[in-house]
């Protein structure tokens, strides 16, 4: 069993940053691929970011490569999601997951954990 909680969410302006934070309780968090979902109002839930369980392979969608980035500390149990030059398309409630499967850069499974999701507003 792994627990989420994801912090960090806000109102920003279009061009600014933010940090999301996931931490995650259970001693299972290190052999997790981990990812960042969000889901904008009236829209289906669209994945983000991954990165695998030792940290050295990261993944992203087209619409957020280059602007976000994904990270994670074991020691920590936490995974993190920079958000750079932020637009109001990024707009949505994030959610962290764990246990997600990637082929190549495609989500083929979602991970059985969801954290409760953190709100990420981005005025133009």
């Known amino acids: 069993q792994v627990q989420l909680a994801e912090s960090g969410g806000g109102l920003v302006q279009a061009g600014g940053s933010l940090r999301l934070s996931c931490a995650a309780s259970?001693?299972?968090?290190?052999?997790?691929?981990m990812g960042w979902f969000r889901q904008a109002p009236e829209k289906e839930r669209e994945f983000v970011a991954a990165?695998?369980?030792?940290?050295?392979?990261?993944f992203y969608a087209d619409s957020v490569k280059g602007r976000f980035t994904i990270a994670r500390d074991n020691g920590k149990n936490t995974v993190y999601l920079q958000m750079n030059s932020l637009k109001p398309e990024d707009t949505a409630v994030y959610y962290c997951?764990?246990?997600?499967?990637?082929?190549?850069?495609?989500?083929?499974?979602?991970?059985?954990?969801w954290g409760q999701g953190t709100q990420v507003t981005v005025s133009s």
């Open positions: 259970g001693r299972t968090f290190s052999r997790y691929t």
């Open positions: 997951n764990a246990g997600l499967a990637l082929l190549g850069t495609r989500v083929v499974r979602q991970g059985d954990y």
């Open positions: 990165i695998a369980w030792s940290g050295d392979s990261t």
